[in-house]
């Protein structure tokens, strides 16, 4: 019913940029949030950005001020772009949405397969 394609992860070096692209797809009536979430080796999973159908953006704390979330006109896509990366934002980041669906009651919530980020120099 929904599909959620993730780009861009990859190899980068302490300072560098990246970004992150989410696209998600299938009959989907309404977006109410798309985001991203990552989680280290070891960790639990937390979360980096996400934007609401009202195009209200929540950030964590640890990527404040360096993460930007935003997405595209159709609101089907939402790119995060990462500035200043640390070898602390080495993670596999997964694009998370929650969405109405034709046909179907309530909100659904679907993931993308994972993109591993990894800064290092």
């Known amino acids: 019913q929904v599909q959620v394609v993730e780009s861009g992860g990859g190899l980068v070096q302490p300072g560098g940029s990246l970004r992150l692209s989410c696209a998600a797809s299938g009959t989907i009536t309404n977006i109410y949030s798309m985001g991203w979430y990552r989680q280290a080796p070891g960790k639990q999973r937390e979360l980096v950005a996400v934007?609401?159908?009202?195009?209200?953006?929540i950030y964590g704390d640890s990527v404040k001020g360096r993460f930007t979330i935003s997405r595209d006109s159709a609101k089907t896509t939402v790119y995060l772009q990462m500035n200043s990366l640390e070898p602390e934002d080495t993670a596999v980041y997964s694009c998370?949405?929650?969405?109405?669906?034709?046909?179907?009651?309530?909100?659904?919530?679907?993931w993308g397969q994972g993109t591993l980020v990894t800064v290092s120099s």
């Open positions: 934007i609401t159908g009202s195009s209200s953006t």
């Open positions: 998370n949405v929650i969405v109405a669906v034709s046909g179907r009651s309530g909100p659904f919530n679907a």
